[in-house]
Every structure is written in C-alpha cells, then in structure tokens.
C-alpha cells in the first residue's frame, strides 16, 4: 500500500475550526503522530498529506487543513490553501467542537455543490456533558447525522473509519486506463521515446500503470522506441490491436502504425482515466480558433526543471506558435497554481495529470466550464495540431469500424 502513488488514493480531507481538533483526530485514526498537535490556534498552515490504508477502503490520502476560521496575519493565505484542498478532495470529514456553525454549515454546502460525500464529526464527545442532545442538535442545524468522537479516548474512531469507507466507496469510480479497447490476448505495442525527458533507468508513471493494467487484462505488450517500431512490427505474425505512444511521438507513430491498428497515447488515455475525455475532446475545437492574439494557459500537474525536450513548456508552444503565429501568448503554471479567475484565456491545455487524483483534474473542468473556457489536454491537442486528431481513439469510443 504504501507504493500506491498518491494520485491513485482516496482523498479524505479533515475541515474545521481552528482548535476543534483535526490534527489529532488524524492522530487517533492513523495511530501515529502524523499530525502536529497544539492548543495555539493556526498550528496547521500548509495543508499536510498522510497516505495510509483504511480496512474497507484500501489506500487513502489524509489532508490535514487549515482552520477555516484562522484570524493570524497568515489567515487568508491559509484559507486559500485549504479551498485548493478542497478541489482534490473525495470525502470531506468536517470536525465540529461546539461554538458557532455558520461556517460548517457553508463548507457542507460548498461540498454538497461538488457531490463531494460529507463524514460530519462531533468531536471532543468526553468532554460533553450530553452528547445525546449535541447529536440532535448538530443533526438539526446541518441536515446529517454526525458521528460522536473523541480523539483523546478513541471514542468513535471505529464507527468514523466504518464511515468515511463507506464514503469512499461511494465517491470514487473504477476507471479502467485503456477501457474496452484491448482485451485478454490481444498484442499491443507501447512506443515509449527516451530522450532527456524519460527518467534514467526507469519510466514514468503513465507507462508504468498502463502496463500494469495490460497485464492484469491478459494482453501480450511488445514495447519499443519509435526507432525499433518498425523492426518490433516485423517481428510479429499480424498487426497489434492497439498502438500505444507518447504524444510527441504521435506524427512518427503514426506514419508507421498500421491501418488496421487502433492508435492512442498514453496522454489521451489519461484524459479519460483522470478527466472527462468528452469534454476534452470538445475543448480541443477551440484550437482551430486561436489566432496570434489569443491567450492560453498550459497547466502541469507536476513540478520539475524544464528540459529541452519539455513537452508542455517547449513542444506544445512551439507547435502552437508555428500555426498561429509568434505573438500568440502562452502562460505556464505547474502543480497546485490554477488561477481562479480564467476569463483572459481563449484554451486551457492540461497535461495527463498522472500527479493528480480524478477529483482534481475535474475540479478544474468545472471552473473551466462556469467560465466558459474551452479545456483540452496534451494528447488531444498535439493529435489536433499533427492532423491525426481523426485517427486516434480513446475509451468509450465507437471502433467497432476497425
């Protein structure tokens, strides 16, 4: 569990008060010291991650926050931070403990708008005279049935992890990467570039669970550089079933694969794995709207140095402004940093997000989508600018024709 990437987990996020105790409740549901506990009040600033594995659920991430309430000089920058949570967040437990509910009452709202399932948490039981009457209470102020804890005793902590399993397994969909496009037996290639991008001695983390999943499906994997493609498709008795490559091998691949393969990349099948591919699909019309006054945002879901070969701070732009023009204007964030106001952008391009949970990348459709600003992805849009968008399929789609 503990080789489980982080992106693959349920995210469960712990909201509340400042002092209303979230960091040891985490505490007392991991069985270690995995959060700072302190009676000042902002001791949590940054939100803090704990993977572990909860019976009933499996491999899940905690995210400690932030008091939602913090009124420090960092207060602001703080809350922030929280709500970013918020957007990578698959269950929410909010943490009540006693005073004045206007705020938990609008963050079960604000979750309830995400379809994000909500674990409401009466905490600090033994310190209550009657925890009876504060479970009527809550219940009647927020509309849910709140579970009685206490951190310092473990009163409760069963009946809490029972929960949020319960949750989990409601908040989260089992999406295959390659969907039905391949079964047992079939043969597919992975065409797999290794320039200064691929990481030396190993490959990166699409490649990787997309093997693992043809695996566990039963398919036959040929693997190849698109510089032994050509030798690696000799060798075998009849045509793969499905081509699979990195997008900036996508014209190469292409020109090689053969007509009765179906042809994707790794980045594609991550649009629908991590996202919406219907959405993105739609988003890429916009590409054929840009012009050399447009504005696009490029989002990367990792942090790392550029390389040469950089895919979306050097391939993608350079793609872009040969096609419509040198003055055509590219903004680069990476990781966390989405900005909130999206309206100065005419396309947002997102990487594969293998770095991100499904919520995440979704949370950002959303906010694409409520503004009205069409949102591709890497893949999607390097098939759009080479001229093969029509050759190259994705789970869910129609290949019944080959």
Not at 343 to 352: A, K, V
Not at 386 to 398: A, E, K, L, M
Request: charged fraction near 20%; hydrophobic fraction near 40%.
């Amino acid at each position: 569990m503990e080789n489980t990437p982080r992106s693959n987990r349920v995210h469960i996020g712990i909201y509340g008060k400042c002092n209303s105790g979230k960091s040891s409740l985490i505490n007392a549901i991991t069985g270690q010291q995995a959060a700072v506990v302190s009676e000042i009040a902002g001791t949590t600033t940054d939100p803090v991650n704990k993977s572990m594995e909860v019976p009933g659920l499996g491999a899940v991430t905690f995210i400690d926050t932030a008091g939602f309430d913090d009124k420090s000089s960092l207060g602001q920058a703080r809350a922030d931070q929280t709500r970013k949570a918020a957007d990578r967040t698959d269950v929410a437990v909010i943490v009540y403990a006693g005073g004045e509910l206007a705020d938990v009452r609008q963050w079960i709202g604000m979750f309830g708008e995400r379809n994000v399932p909500v674990v409401l948490v009466l905490n600090k039981c033994d310190e209550l005279s009657d925890v009876p009457a504060a479970i009527d209470n809550l219940r009647a102020e927020t509309g849910i049935n709140p579970i009685a804890v206490s951190a310092r005793t473990g009163e409760g902590i069963k009946e809490l992890i029972s929960a949020m399993a319960e949750a989990g397994r409601g908040a989260t969909e089992d999406i295959s990467i390659t969907g039905g496009l391949v079964g047992e037996g079939d043969v597919v290639m992975l065409v797999m570039p290794q320039d200064s991008q691929a990481p030396k001695g190993r490959l990166i983390l699409p490649q990787v669970q997309t093997t693992r999943e043809l695996l566990d499906k039963g398919c036959v994997i040929i693997s190849c550089t698109p510089a032994q493609m050509a030798h690696s498709l000799a060798s075998l008795k009849k045509a793969p079933k499905l081509v699979i490559t990195d997008s900036q091998a996508f014209a190469e691949v292409n020109c090689m694969t053969p007509s009765e393969s179906l042809l994707t990349s790794f980045s594609v099948l991550f649009a629908n794995y991590k996202g919406d591919i219907k959405a993105f699909i739609e988003g890429a019309k916009a590409i054929e709207k840009l012009t050399e006054k447009s504005r696009v945002l490029i989002a990367e879901a990792c942090t790392h140095a550029p390389a040469t070969e950089d895919i979306g701070r050097v391939k993608i732009p350079h793609l872009l402004r040969k096609r419509f023009g040198a003055g055509l204007t590219i903004d680069i964030v990476s990781g966390a940093d989405f900005p909130e106001d999206l309206s100065c952008y005419d396309l947002i391009i997102h990487c594969g997000a293998c770095m991100f949970n499904r919520r995440h990348v979704l949370s950002r459709l959303t906010k694409a989508e409520k503004q009205g600003i069409p949102m591709t992805n890497y893949g999607i849009t390097i098939a759009h600018l080479t001229g093969i968008i029509g050759r190259v399929t994705y789970p869910g789609q129609n290949n019944s024709k080959r």
